[in-house]
């Protein structure tokens, strides 16, 4: 993994001095953008939910190369979470409320406008899930005092040209020339691939954030165990989402692997082995994660988090329950989720894979069938 990485941005990562060096640098090209950000222009907002997680860095690269000021949100509260359940439509899930939220909050900081992409599709042959589709048109329907929103339709599915033309059209509208709008995005772009190459040396997608912006950050130590944790990228790295789910298993001792740290090509061979093929980007990463992590003899259990309401998860996650032959445990959150519940079972979680790696107990429930199969 890491000779991919190196290969990548051109240095030797395996010792801590050149990770820390890594870290400098990146320090130094997050320096860079700021002084872009010193350009007047205007300011749009960019809230701190859903597809942030995957794609922050690049945005706010083709922002800035444009000499727009970049407002983000800050990280979930219980304000925000809030404000967002109680203006979203009921039916839509825990992290489109928290968006709302987020949008919320930006309105009434004065933005010119705020970033709200229609995501159809960021690879050929997939799909987002439709909720993604319709953001913009919900938030206008529900949030009064809403800026103009930046909602730019993205489906790469149809290959670069759509998204090409659609910028194109996007800058004739706003007064700015199409080439350079194009150009700023094709420059932003290689920001994901950097923000990819960061987990895949052992980050979550939020600490690759952190680490993109400059924040140097201690590389993990080894653990007493080793879980897989799946689940979608705004539920994982937004700790009021998840109830603190990595600082809870961290505190039990628990080295928690997620699947943008692994090899995607891995990933994807692992997924297509499934006879139909999963449709959507993310259920298709999250099959894959699960086959990899279930052979790994690493890895001594997996955790899926996934939210109440939730559609392709309840298809996804069956498929990946069923597949699994190591424990596995599926936690289901929403707004009314409280702490304590979800730590009662990663305690009983992980003294159960404790008591397994131990040999403390077998595999055989008093039914007389293996604990863990189905
Ligand atoms: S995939 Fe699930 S959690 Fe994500 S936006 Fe769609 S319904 Fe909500």
């Not at 995005?185 to 950097?194: H, I, N």
Request: charged share 25%; glycine share 8%; proline share 5%.
């Amino acid at each position: 993994m890491l000779d991919k990485i190196n290969n990548i941005l051109g240095s030797d990562l395996t010792t801590d001095s050149a990770w820390a060096g890594y870290c400098n640098r990146k320090n130094h090209v997050a320096l860079e953008g700021q002084k872009i950000k010193q350009k007047s222009g205007p300011r749009v907002g960019i809230p701190r939910a859903l597809f942030y997680y995957h794609f922050f860095p690049q945005w706010k690269r083709f922002f800035e190369n444009l000499g727009w000021e970049v407002q983000v949100s800050p990280p979930t509260n219980k304000a925000i979470a809030n404000e967002g359940i109680a203006e979203a439509v009921s039916e839509a899930c825990f992290p489109v409320k928290v968006h709302y939220g987020h949008s919320l909050y930006l309105s009434r900081q004065g933005v010119d406008l705020i970033f709200a992409p229609r995501l159809i599709s960021i690879e050929r042959r997939s799909y987002i899930c439709p909720k993604f589709m319709g953001i913009p048109d919900m938030l206008r329907a529900q949030i009064k005092s809403l800026p103009p929103l930046f909602d730019i339709s993205i489906d790469l599915s149809q290959g670069s040209r759509h998204l090409n033309r659609q910028l194109r059209q996007w800058a004739l509208e706003t007064g700015l020339s199409p080439h350079q709008v194009e150009q700023a995005w094709q420059q932003a772009e290689r920001e994901t691939d950097y923000l990819n190459s960061i987990c895949r040396a052992g980050f979550r997608l939020g600490e690759a954030i952190r680490i993109w912006e400059g924040h140097p950050m201690a590389k993990k130590g080894p653990a007493a165990l080793n879980i897989g944790v799946l689940g979608h990228c705004y539920t994982l790295n937004d700790s009021f989402v998840n109830l603190n789910l990595f600082g809870r298993l961290q505190e039990m001792g628990v080295n928690a692997v997620t699947v943008e740290m692994a090899d995607p090509d891995l990933v994807h061979k692992a997924a297509d082995q499934l006879p139909k093929r999963v449709f959507w980007t993310v259920g298709r990463d999250l099959v894959g994660g699960a086959l990899v992590y279930d052979r790994d003899p690493a890895i001594d259990g997996i955790i899926y988090m996934t939210c109440f309401g939730c559609g392709p998860d309840s298809m996804v996650a069956k498929v990946i329950e069923r597949r699994m032959k190591k424990p596995f445990m599926l936690l289901t959150v929403d707004e009314h989720s409280g702490e304590a519940g979800l730590i009662t079972r990663l305690e009983a979680f992980c003294d159960m894979l404790r008591r397994r790696r131990d040999r403390v107990e077998d595999n055989i429930s008093p039914h007389g069938k293996f604990s863990y199969s189905h």
